[in-house]
């Protein structure tokens, strides 16, 4: 069975610190995605990111950065110099990497970034 | 606006009574899906089709939910009888072909 786990239910942080979001998940499948998802105040889910399994390359994309690492089945994703704007939930999620399982998401770490 | 639309964004009914939730994908995305959110939880799971099959309902929460996906284009979310555990945010996605799931606003269901 496959399972996601974000440890942190909520993080505060002033703006402009960094911050790091946990992800730890379990699966059987050899090949898999994993996903980032922000969830604004507003409601709509917004995809951050796509990671194949096999693709253990860290990616960054402005001041977002994703971290994976198989070895400890674990997918963290940073904010550097936080803004009031990155505040919101975020989900990570997992899937088998055929596209014919539905994504599996974890409860969802709320970031809350003062001013 | 080519992105994942979903009616009504809100509902309101009482405990009871039927409703349904429509949603329409991106046209050119063939799979489709439907969560379901509660306060302070990340979206749990419910059915999904490609075109117009519905490959999994195991995961509805009880015999008075039900979808369907006619022509392989919309689909629709039914709930018969609902009840107070009911409310909750139904959440429609649909799956692009590199795989990422493009979520819609969600529908609000309140059942009184």
């Known amino acids: 069975a496959q399972k996601v786990t974000q440890a942190q239910t909520e993080i505060s942080v002033v703006e402009k610190e960094d911050v790091t979001l946990d992800c730890v998940y379990e699966t059987r499948d050899t090949t898999y995605y994993l996903f980032w998802y922000k969830q604004p105040p507003s409601g709509e889910l917004v995809f951050l990111i796509r990671r194949n399994s096999f693709d253990e390359q860290n990616e960054i994309s402005g001041r977002y950065s994703w971290n994976f690492q198989k070895s400890t089945s674990s997918f963290n994703f940073t904010i550097t110099a936080s803004q009031v704007v990155d505040s919101a939930v975020y989900f990570c999620?997992?899937?088998?990497?055929?596209?014919?399982?539905?994504?599996?998401f974890g409860k969802g770490t709320r970031l809350s970034v003062i001013a | 606006d080519t992105g994942v639309s979903q009616d009504p964004r809100h509902k309101i009914t009482k405990r009871g009574q039927n409703v349904t939730f429509r949603c329409d994908p991106i046209?050119?995305?063939?799979?489709l899906y439907w969560y379901r959110q509660t306060l302070g939880q990340g979206p749990e799971f419910l059915t999904y089709?490609?075109?117009?099959?519905?490959?999994?309902k195991s995961r509805l929460l009880s015999d008075r939910f039900s979808a369907e996906r006619p022509k392989g284009s919309f689909s629709t979310l039914e709930i018969q009888r609902t009840e107070q555990g009911d409310s909750a945010m139904y959440l429609c996605?649909?799956?692009?072909?590199?795989?990422?799931?493009?979520f819609g606003e969600g529908s609000r269901l309140t059942v009184l």
């Open positions: 996605a649909s799956r692009s072909v590199t795989g990422e799931l493009f």
């Open positions: 046209s050119e995305h063939n799979r």
């Open positions: 999620a997992l899937s088998e990497a055929t596209g014919n399982t539905p994504l599996v």
């Open positions: 089709f490609q075109n117009e099959a519905q490959l999994e």
